[in-house]
C-alpha cells in the first residue's frame, strides 16, 4: 500500500507564490509518473502537471510558465511550485502517484493523496 502526504497549500494574495509538496511512502518498487490535479468547486478534476520517470514533464496550458513540477527521489517527494497565482486557481490540490508497489513483482498502483486547499484572493 502506497499512501502520500501532502502540505504547503494555504491562503495567498493574487501574485503571491506557494510550494506544495506531497511524500510518498510504501512498499514501492518503481514509480512511473508522479502528478499534480486540482478540483475547484462545481467543477472536476483537472491536471494541472505531471512528470515522467524519465523526468518529462507536462503542464496544463492554465499554468504554463507559472508553475513548476519537480521531484526529489531521495526523498520521495514531488513539489508544484506555484507563481504569480490568479484567483482561478483555488481549488483543492491533489497529488497522485503511479507506479508498481508491494512483494516480489510487485503489481501497479495509483495513489491519490488527501488533498490540500489552495485559496487566492484577489
Known amino acids: 500500500q502506497v499512501q502520500l502526504v501532502e502540505s504547503g497549500g494555504g491562503l495567498v494574495q493574487a501574485g503571491g507564490s506557494l510550494r506544495l509538496s506531497c511524500v510518498f511512502s510504501?512498499?514501492?518498487?518503481?514509480?512511473?509518473?508522479m502528478g499534480w490535479y486540482r478540483q475547484a468547486p462545481g467543477k472536476q478534476r483537472e491536471l494541472v502537471a505531471n512528470i515522467t520517470r524519465g523526468g518529462s514533464t507536462n503542464y496544463a496550458d492554465s499554468v504554463k510558465g507559472r508553475f513548476t513540477i519537480s521531484r526529489d527521489n531521495a526523498k520521495n517527494t514531488v513539489y508544484l511550485q506555484m507563481n504569480s497565482l490568479k484567483p482561478e486557481d483555488t481549488a483543492v490540490y491533489y497529488c497522485n502517484v503511479l507506479g508498481v508497489a508491494g512483494k516480489g513483482d510487485g503489481a501497479d498502483f495509483g495513489s491519490w493523496g488527501q488533498g490540500t486547499q489552495v485559496t487566492v484572493s484577489s
Open positions: 510504501g512498499t514501492i518498487i518503481s514509480i512511473n509518473a
